[in-house]
T-cell receptor
Framework: KAGVTQTPRYLIKTRGQQVTLSCSPISGHRSVSWYQQTPGQGLQFLFEYFSETQRNKGNFPGRFSGRQFSNSRSEMNVSTLELGDSALYLCASSFQGRDTIYFGEGSWLTVV | KQEVTQIPAALSVPEGENLVLNCSFTDSAIYNLQWFRQDPGKGLTSLLL?????REQTSGRLNASLDKSSGRSTLYIAASQPGDSATYLCAARKVDNNDMRFGAGTRLTVKP
């Protein structure tokens, strides 16, 4: 059974640009959540999607957005990138959202 | 607001030693608590999930306990090995908003 797949693994963007990250959950999982991990703030919850609906949202500015498709694949978008957005972005999936969650390897974003 | 704290922040032990990692949370209204390990530059690997109604879970050399009333969970690792070296994180899922809050982690080093 394939795990959670995130693409791209590494990317470098310039301030002001926008970026889209993709996440393919484990087959059969309908819940996808996104996290930002930085050395200073640790792991912080961005949002959760379940059956194409945003079910929960963390405390991040509106520049951070996401969506989920009918096949449960999810994307997150960050617009008007800032230096402070440099982080490891992790996607996790679970069957229904309250059970065991499984993480992908993450997408390393560097903003210069 | 749920706060999750992990002590110690770092731990170094000789191979073969049994050890305990601690996790405390301020809001006892949790749905479950999950332990993860994270290797440098990688995503998180799920180790154990304890439902709020459970007291402990075991997997191989790992045993996790949960005391909701005192807001504490411990991860016991028996007969530690160098391959156990990683950062261990705990995360508590709140009942009211399904929010999952992570601790900052304990960085474990097991010396051969």
């Amino acid at each position: 059974k394939a795990g959670v797949t995130q693409t791209p693994r590494y990317l470098i963007k310039t301030r002001g640009q926008q970026v889209t990250l993709s996440c393919s959950p484990i087959s059969g999982h309908r819940s996808v959540s996104w996290y930002q991990q930085t050395p200073g703030q640790g792991l912080q919850f961005l949002f959760e999607y379940f059956s194409e609906t945003q079910r929960n949202k963390g405390n991040f500015p509106g520049r951070f957005s996401g969506r989920q498709f009918s096949n449960s694949r999810s994307e997150m978008n960050v617009s008007t990138l800032e230096l402070g957005d440099s982080a490891l972005y992790l996607c996790a999936s679970s069957f229904q959202g309250r059970d065991t969650i499984y993480f992908g390897e993450g997408s390393w974003l560097t903003v210069v | 607001k749920q706060e999750v704290t992990q002590i110690p922040a770092a731990l170094s032990v000789p191979e073969g030693e049994n050890l305990v990692l601690n996790c405390s949370f301020t809001d006892s209204a949790i749905y479950n608590l999950q332990w993860f390990r994270q290797d440098p530059g990688k995503g998180l690997t799920s180790l154990l999930l304890i439902q709020s109604s459970q007291r402990e879970q075991t997997s191989g050399r790992l045993n996790a306990s949960l005391d909701k009333s005192s807001g504490r969970s411990t991860l016991y690792i028996a007969a530690s090995q160098p391959g156990d070296s990683a950062t261990y994180l705990c995360a508590a899922r709140k009942v009211d908003n399904n929010d999952m809050r992570f601790g900052a982690g304990t960085r474990l080093t097991v010396k051969p």
